[in-house]
């Protein structure tokens, strides 16, 4: 079946634009993820969602960065007047509910801020 | 405060040798742990899990309460085995803690 998808794979966007990225979840899986992987960094955790609540926001860097999630499936993840810092690749997974699940990984998308 | 360290940023060992990836944790709950890999040019998937207590491609990681680690073996290394390793870890709330990574290369 279709695994988790996100658009767009690359984004190229000026310093002080806002940008929307999108994931796209296993259907029937309950719960998403957002991570950052800067490099060299690892993978940074962002925001979960369990349905269209996110019980867990601690992770958003600051308040230029947002998500949310719409019929318990697709997710968007909106950065606001974008820094050079947020240059990453931003990863999507989803797993079937909370505990402990296998989480499966989107492609990410690549953003650059130049 | 919740965190999963992983020593060595990048490891080589040769091809038959015995590798080790090394994980260590902080929680003061009842931790849930996770390995993934990434192997070049394709999605972060899971390796394995504490829970399940298996045996993937060779790989096998116990869970050590005691020192807080859950480091992953693999008693003969592959060439496919080189790819990046993130040892994760779950909270009670869901939360889901990645550790920074480890390059493994097998050398032929």
């Known amino acids: 079946g279709a695994g988790v998808s996100q658009s767009p794979s690359n984004k190229v966007t000026e310093k002080g634009k806002d940008v929307e990225l999108r994931c796209d979840p296993i259907?029937?899986?309950?719960?998403l993820y957002w991570y950052r992987q800067s490099l060299g960094q690892g993978l940074e955790f962002l925001i979960y969602?369990?349905?269209?609540?996110?019980?867990?926001k601690s992770g958003l860097p600051s308040d230029r960065f947002s998500a949310e999630r719409t019929g318990g499936s697709v997710s968007t993840l909106t950065i606001q007047r974008t820094q050079q810092e947020d240059s990453a690749v931003y990863l999507c997974?989803?797993?079937?509910?909370?505990?402990?699940?296998?989480?499966?990984f989107g492609p990410g998308t690549r953003l650059t801020v130049t | 405060a919740q965190r999963v360290t992983q020593p060595e940023k990048l490891l080589s060992v040769f091809k038959g040798a015995p590798v080790e990836l090394k994980c260590n944790y902080s929680?003061?709950?009842?931790?849930?742990l996770f390995w993934y890999v990434q192997y070049s040019r394709q999605r972060l998937q899971l390796l394995l899990r504490?829970?399940s207590r298996e045996s993937i491609k060779g790989f096998t990681a116990d869970l050590n309460k005691g020192e807080t680690s859950f480091h992953l073996k693999k008693p003969f290394a592959q060439e496919e085995d080189s790819a990046m390793y993130y040892c994760?870890?779950?909270?009670?709330?869901?939360?889901?803690?990645f550790g920074p990574g480890t390059s493994l290369s097998v050398i032929p």
């Open positions: 997974a989803s797993s079937p509910g909370a505990g402990p699940y296998e989480q499966y």
């Open positions: 259907s029937g899986h309950t719960a």
């Open positions: 969602f369990q349905g269209n609540s996110a019980p867990d």
């Open positions: 929680y003061s709950g009842s931790p849930e």
């Open positions: 504490h829970i």
């Open positions: 994760a870890l779950q909270t009670s709330y869901d939360k889901v803690i």
